[in-house]
């Protein structure tokens, strides 16, 4: 019987064919060197997601211009395959409108979510699929456990770029093709084996921004493809009162402080937005305290249900802490109660679902929150 490889497939690597998601960054083109050093076939594939723009050529994002010259620098130096898949069209329909459409409902929507979703881990996919492909390889930060042709994702052991939030609407098919050699490591670690390998990307700093988003202006984005969605309205205080009038609601977020356009003798956060009567309300930080959240669109990824059996956390935020929960489940619906306090929950967002064992936090799934 042929012993396991070290992504857990029962094959040599030389006749392990694997599709490495090249972004251009260090993540990625030293995913593509590891797995090249270890013996396995390697092909680099490579998405143009959207046109670049002045703007988007000059800030810190994935899937520029840029980007594709240095992932094909990186797969020629490794002597490897490389492909660019042409995916704009994709890109707008499945990401950009849906970012966009999110906005104008008084959601704060995350992309990144949707375009792992759709794009990367859909298309892609079903292209490492046609190439007859062992596995999909990607330079997340997250750490995968495949046993028995069953793979499950756990936080990465750097919490400081812990990717699991963005992927817990993988599907089951999906999370057992992929692979994520950097869930072990250091961010700093992953930078020193790029400069052992010599790659030309080893200092190349992190992409940051949204990568459609030139500089973080979301604003200019949705005004460039849906310039009549700025309309003015109301500001009113928790007492119904209008205290302000703001220039449309796609300029605020739940939590916010800065710029909202009116002034009081107390700090004042936007609490909601109700975007069927085009208002922002305002009021002190403790009207932004939530324990209880009601999700949609569920997305479960554990096969073990004793898993909920556990003492249960969520996430409700990228940059967010684990916080203690007890979740309901109805079909695709749930319940969340949280067990402490948080502030600035927003629809829109993700709240992702962890329990702990002994390999770590293990992602479950999770769902969007409506309110």
């Known amino acids: 019987m042929t012993k396991l490889n070290s992504i857990g497939i029962a094959k040599d690597p030389k006749d392990t064919l694997v599709i490495v998601a090249m972004s251009g960054g260090v993540d990625s083109s030293t995913v593509a060197a590891m797995m090249k050093n270890e013996g396995y076939n390697v092909i680099g594939i490579t998405l143009k997601l959207y046109n670049d723009s002045k703007e988007t050529a000059s800030s810190k994002q994935c899937c520029a211009g840029q980007d594709i010259m240095d992932a094909k620098r990186v797969a020629d130096k490794l002597k490897i395959e490389h492909k660019i898949l042409y995916y704009q069209n994709k890109f707008k329909e499945?990401?950009?409108?849906?970012?966009?459409?999110?906005?104008?409902?008084?959601?704060?929507?995350?992309?990144?979510?949707?375009?792992?979703?759709?794009?990367?881990f859909t298309d892609l996919f079903e292209e490492a699929k046609r190439l007859n492909a062992d596995a999909l390889v990607t330079g997340h930060y997250v750490k995968s456990i495949t046993e028995k042709d069953n793979t499950d994702m756990y936080r990465g052991i750097d919490l400081n770029r812990d990717q699991s939030y963005f992927l817990f609407n993988t599907t089951k098919d999906q999370l057992n093709f992929l692979r994520f050699p950097l869930g072990n490591l250091l961010k700093d670690e992953t930078r020193n084996i790029a400069r052992e390998l010599d790659l030309n990307v080893a200092d190349k700093p992190d992409s940051q921004d949204i990568c459609f988003v030139p500089n973080g202006d979301y604003a200019s984005v949705i005004e460039k493809f849906r310039p009549n969605s700025f309309s003015k309205g109301n500001i009113k205080n928790m007492n119904g009162e209008v205290i302000g009038v703001h220039d449309g609601i796609i300029n605020y977020t739940i939590g916010q402080r800065k710029g909202i356009g009116v002034s009081d003798k107390n700090p004042l956060y936007v609490v909601k937005i109700i975007a069927d009567k085009n208002e922002i309300i305002v009021g002190a930080k403790e009207h932004l305290v939530k324990t209880k959240i009601n999700l949609k669109d569920l997305n479960i990824i554990t096969n073990d249900q004793n898993d909920f059996k556990n003492e249960l956390f969520v996430k409700v935020r990228s940059t967010g802490r684990l916080i203690k929960a007890k979740i309901d489940i109805n079909d695709t619906n749930a319940n969340v109660n949280l067990l402490e306090e948080e502030h600035g929950i927003a629809p829109g967002q993700a709240c992702v679902f962890y329990a702990k064992n002994n390999n770590g936090y293990k992602v479950l799934g999770g769902g969007w929150i409506k309110s």
């Open 94 to 120: 499945g990401v950009i409108d849906n970012f966009i459409d999110s906005y104008l409902n008084g959601e704060t929507p995350i992309p990144c979510v949707q375009c792992n979703k759709t794009v990367k």
